[in-house]
């Protein structure tokens, strides 16, 4: 085995450290952006919530884990935006301990909100923690309005 010079040792840093950055500003640059998403209609049940825990228009449907930092700002923000608009729920799917639900939704990281129409079928998905723009537009897309 030949030794590796140092002059090769510093371009393959250099190489590995520009290659880390540029995954981390795309992955940086997709947090929080919403995704249209194609998937049947989801059940309240199927996410382990009650009949009729979700709203008339649309549904926020936040999954969370119990070390989420992030987590609580985004429930905050959910729920004043379900508060401001007739018709439209949040729920909060914590799943910790629901493995099973995590993988039949595809949660790869957490906080990750399901917008969810009338039908309960999924018309977005955001992955990050989302801003209000964000989530109103998306909930105006479901009504059908234009949003400001």
Do not use: N, W, Y
Not at 47 to 54: D, H, I, S
Not at 102 to 128: E, K
């Amino acid at each position: 085995m030949v030794p590796m010079t140092p002059a090769a040792a510093l371009a393959a840093l250099v190489a590995i450290v520009l290659v880390a950055t540029a995954l981390g500003v795309l992955l940086r640059r997709r947090e929080g952006r919403a995704r249209a998403v194609r998937a049947d209609a989801v059940a309240p049940t199927a996410l382990g919530l009650a009949p009729g825990a979700f709203g008339e228009r649309a549904t926020l449907v936040q999954f969370s884990t119990e070390l989420c930092a992030r987590c609580p700002a985004v429930r905050r923000l959910l729920s004043d935006v379900a508060g401001e608009r007739d018709g439209v729920a949040h729920v909060d799917v914590d799943v910790t301990h629901r493995v099973e639900i995590a993988r039949r939704f595809h949660v790869l990281q957490t906080p990750t909100t399901l917008v969810l129409d009338a039908r309960g079928v999924p018309r977005a998905r955001i992955a990050g923690a989302p801003t209000r723009d964000t989530v109103m537009a998306e909930l105006d897309a479901i009504e059908g309005k234009t949003h400001a």
